[in-house]
């Protein structure tokens, strides 16, 4: 009897083991896309562009309502037409970039007259997080909040 449990209870556990794990989600989900509903498909694709950097990915849909630009190895922004103008935005709701330079980056929107603020709201301040990493805060054209900091992880 005691060779049996001690043979068979690893066993048992060892086969309830993957089938427990089959029951939980999966680990490998990667972030696909960010879509932003805008009011001026060409004014927003080319603030993403021209401003932030972003290049462009073909269109699946070809219909003309649609951008598409990459933000990561994995993920896009997906840009949508046929927003209402002067919705309000949270700058709690926002997309985070990083840059390997912060001070390059705001030299780019200083030069586009661009205005940015810090995380209280201090126009032309910078927050320095308490892990060292330095960030801004800016709308787009649609008035959805982007933060870019020199986060390097």
Known sequence: MKKILLTGLPLAILIC?????SLLPAKDITLN???F???DLAKSTAFYENIVGLDSVPEPFLDG???WLKIGPTANLHLISGAEQGMPRD???HLCLSVPSLSDFIKKLDSEHIPYEDWPGAKISVTLRVDGVKQIYF????????EVNDDRR
């Open 37 to 39: 509903h805008v009011a």
């Open 139 to 146: 709308q787009d054209p649609d008035g959805y909040w982007l």
């Open 65 to 67: 309502k649609h951008t």
């Open 17 to 21: 083991g993957f089938s427990l794990k």
């Open 91 to 93: 700058k709690f709701s």
């Open 33 to 35: 896309h960010i879509a």
